[in-house]
Nanobody, 130 residues
Framework: QVQLVESGGGSVQAGGSLRLSCVASRLAVNFGSYCMGWFRQAPGEERAGVALVSPQGRTAYASSVEGRFYISRDYDKNTLYLQMNSLKPEDTARYYC??????????????????????WGQGTQVTVSS
């Protein structure tokens, strides 16, 4: 069973930055064979895709974070990152790392809602105060 462990969450003031990390282990195949993504869920809301990165390195972002958040992956360390800049109070949520073997949602071209996660991390809380 694939294991995903997130870290890096915390409390920051609006305008601040955080970097989330997700370490993947117990992978059935090479880390580079997985679509990886970050999702978030605020109280009373559905979990939604924030940023995805395909095995080929293509990325997609939710419009609400475009230009402020950046997703990346380190193939040697089996680690996924989310650099979050210019944070806003509406970014407050629990952030989850997710993995899907193969293309994101089975598509070569995808957006942030197209991933069909097979594995989830436990999440890390991000709180942004005004």
């Amino acid at each position: 069973q694939v294991q995903l462990v997130e870290s890096g969450g915390g409390s920051v003031q609006a305008g601040g930055s955080l970097r989330l990390s997700c370490v993947a282990s117990r992978l059935a195949v090479n880390f580079g064979s997985y679509c990886m993504g970050w999702f978030r869920q605020a109280p009373g809301e559905e979990r939604a895709g924030v940023a995805l990165v395909s095995p080929q390195g293509r990325t997609a972002y939710a419009s609400s974070v475009e230009g402020r958040f950046y997703i990346s992956r380190d193939y040697d360390k089996n680690t996924l990152y989310l650099q979050m800049n210019s944070l806003k109070p509406e970014d407050t949520a629990r952030y989850y790392c997710a993995a899907e073997r193969g293309l994101c949602g089975g598509r070569l071209h995808f957006d942030s809602d197209d991933m069909d996660p097979e594995y989830w991390g436990q999440g890390t809380q991000v709180t942004v105060s005004s």
